[in-house]
């Protein structure tokens, strides 16, 4: 089954920028609409933004439009999120899912925090 790993994750000040990572191994990513999810303490898990395999045009929630950006490189079978402008509020953990499946990252901890 395939399997995913986060990375990327950590501390920056309000307006920075941080890059995630989603790497699959055990399958590859072509074929599936792979998503990214956040988490902050105390709240439910809310969509971020995905990549919609066949036509590979993104969806993004209102709060990551014109901040974030998601891309895939298909042949390093990987998923990124490119985050700027970040805010206080972006703080959480951050998965990768493959949609309609029970296939998680582990997460990566995101920390934005003068």
């Known amino acids: 089954q395939m399997q995913l790993v986060e990375s990327g994750g950590g501390l920056v000040q309000p307006g920075g920028s941080l890059r995630l990572s989603c790497v699959a191994s055990s399958g590859t990513l072509i074929g599936h609409n792979i998503g990214w999810l956040r988490q902050a303490p105390g709240k439910e898990r809310e969509f971020v933004a995905r990549i919609r395999d066949i036509v590979a045009s993104p969806d993004y929630a209102y709060f990551a439009e014109g901040r974030f950006t998601i891309s895939r490189d298909n042949a390093k079978n990987t998923e990124f999120l490119q985050m700027n402008s970040l805010k206080p509020e972006d703080t959480a953990v951050y998965y990768c899912?493959?949609?309609?499946?029970?296939?998680w990252g582990q997460g990566t901890q995101v920390t934005v925090s003068s």
């Open positions: 899912n493959v949609e309609g499946t029970d296939i």
